[in-house]
């Protein structure tokens, strides 16, 4: 299988939208956020709806590549978010960031195995977030696709690799329970995972795809496995 190279255009205007500074999003690090317009999932609970639809951006890759001029010595990293930011070649666009001395971390649902795979070979990423939206039982009512295989290829190849990364998992209880995050832990174990789990509690913004309201239910954290350290955010 070979990788689609149509959007290695740096005009294209891909890029949804820019936050300039963040303190929170990179360990650590302070960062930009570029956010990449389109995913092939659709969460229930994602609250960037506008974005995962959106088909087009208002900033191209050299409209980024000149904000990061501007930030050189100022900013230490870039996050590439989206929407899903692995939809997209984005080999040369992160060898430019390179050159202008940013470090790279890549939001993912890891379903674009093949794109990461190539980016972590190259040496272009510094740090990834990967996305454990369920377990395989519940993966496909919840992100309405069906890639868990092609996540968890990308799962597997991360733990291999030197990579800097973490796991997190987007909790709304009435769409997860302890048995299904049990069931997480348990695969993270069985796949040799010993870093920390990160459990991101659901945000109401008012605004999300499957319009969720706040969880009825709350899981009891106490019946959560102790195999693995979880921190919660």
């Excluded at 500074?21 to 609250?47: A, K, Q």
């Excluded at 799962?155 to 049990?182: A, C, G, M, P, Y």
Aim: net charge negative; charged share 25%.
């Amino acid at each position: 299988m070979s990788i689609n190279r149509e959007n290695n255009s740096l005009n294209a205007n891909v890029i949804y939208d820019l936050t300039s500074f963040t303190h929170l999003d990179y360990p650590e690090h302070l960062s930009c956020i570029v956010w990449f317009s389109g995913c092939n999932m659709r969460c229930d609970y994602c609250y960037n709806k506008d974005i995962v639809f959106a088909k087009s951006g208002k900033y191209s890759y050299e409209d980024i590549l000149n904000f990061l001029k501007t930030r050189v010595n100022l900013l230490e990293a870039v996050v590439l978010s989206g929407g899903e930011a692995s939809s997209y070649d984005l080999v040369l666009f992160c060898q430019k960031i390179k050159q202008l001395g940013f470090k790279i971390k890549l939001d993912t649902n890891g379903t674009n195995f093949l794109h990461v795979k190539e980016l972590i070979e190259l040496n272009l990423l510094d740090y990834v977030a990967l996305d454990y939206k369920s377990p395989k039982t519940k993966f496909t009512q919840i992100t309405h696709s069906n890639k868990f295989d092609e996540f968890s290829q990308t799962l597997d190849f991360l733990i291999k690799s030197s990579v800097e990364f973490e796991i997190r998992t987007t909790l709304h209880d009435d769409l997860l329970d302890e048995n299904d995050i049990n069931e997480i832990i348990i695969d993270l174990k069985n796949r040799k995972y010993t870093s920390k789990y990160f459990i991101q509690e659901f945000r109401d913004t008012g605004t999300n795809i499957a319009n969720l309201q706040r969880p009825k239910k709350k899981i009891d954290k106490s019946l959560l496995l102790a195999d693995i350290e979880i921190v919660y955010r």
